[in-house]
């Protein structure tokens, strides 16, 4: 399983970024991660590709949207109205059952928000 996040970059705050994880190989589930400076990894939201049953963490509902394109095994994460404290490496991450842990992860898209 190989995972390639995209779509990072420089953004003020108030704007919107949608990040892209496009994956190869089977798994059941897709999640997104984030891990500021200084601060652990932290769940953002995951969806199922089968159904697209969808998960957001409390901390960013109604801002972050996750969705999932099957034809093109991609999953993405609309975030709008950034904040500076959304600043973080963003990963996504893969399981190969609803079940289980998540075990193949990207290697991260930078997302940085100025004041």
């Known amino acids: 399983v190989q995972l390639q996040a995209s779509g990072g970059g420089l953004v003020q705050a108030g704007g919107s970024l949608r990040l892209s994880c496009a994956a190869s190989?089977?798994?059941?589930?897709i999640g997104w991660f984030r891990q500021a400076p200084g601060k652990e990894r932290e769940f953002v939201a995951r969806i199922w590709w089968s159904g697209g049953v969808t998960l957001v963490a409390d901390s960013v509902k109604g801002r972050f949207t996750i969705s999932r394109d099957n034809a093109k095994n991609t999953v993405y994460l609309q975030i709008n109205s950034l904040k500076p404290e959304d600043t973080a490496v963003y990963y996504c991450?893969?399981?190969?059952?609803?079940?289980?842990?998540?075990?193949?992860w990207g290697q991260g898209t930078l997302v940085t928000v100025s004041s």
């Open positions: 991450t893969a399981a190969p059952s609803l079940a289980s842990e998540y075990e193949y």
């Open positions: 190989g089977r798994t059941s589930k």
